[in-house]
């Protein structure tokens, strides 16, 4: 089993940044894949990002890419969404999860808190 916490989202104005973070504590986190989706109200979650245990792919949902990167440190357990370029649109509740690095939230077990983010026009 994988605990996960995010932290870092607020309230920024269109065009600013935040980088969120998901720290994870668990033994096998560092085997799976971690993932970031959205809800926004009255919305299904939505798949952002997802990078894989070693780093070597990241995938993108069309909407963030080239505004968003996903990465993660295996020696403080965290994962990260740097998010630039900030749109009314993004505003929602982030969440982080380990797991396969689908797009699908289904299939993800491991799942965070959430953190609302909040972007002003």
């Known amino acids: 089993q994988v605990q996960l916490v995010e932290s870092g989202g607020g309230l920024v104005q269109a065009g600013g940044s935040l980088r969120l973070s998901c720290g994870a504590s668990g033994r096998t986190f560092s085997n799976y894949a971690m993932a970031w989706f959205r809800q926004a109200p009255g919305k299904e979650r939505e798949f952002v990002a997802a990078?894989?245990?070693?780093?070597?792919?990241?995938a993108y949902a069309d909407s963030v890419k080239g505004r968003f990167t996903m990465s993660r440190d295996h020696v403080r357990n965290t994962g990260y969404l740097q998010m630039n370029s900030l749109k009314p649109e993004d505003t929602a509740v982030y969440f982080c999860?380990?797991?396969?690095?689908?797009?699908?939230?289904?299939?993800?077990?491991?799942w965070g808190q959430g953190t609302q983010v909040t972007v002003s026009s």
């Open positions: 999860a380990a797991g396969p690095g689908a797009r699908i939230a289904s299939v993800y077990r491991n």
């Open positions: 990078i894989s245990w070693n780093t070597d792919w990241t």
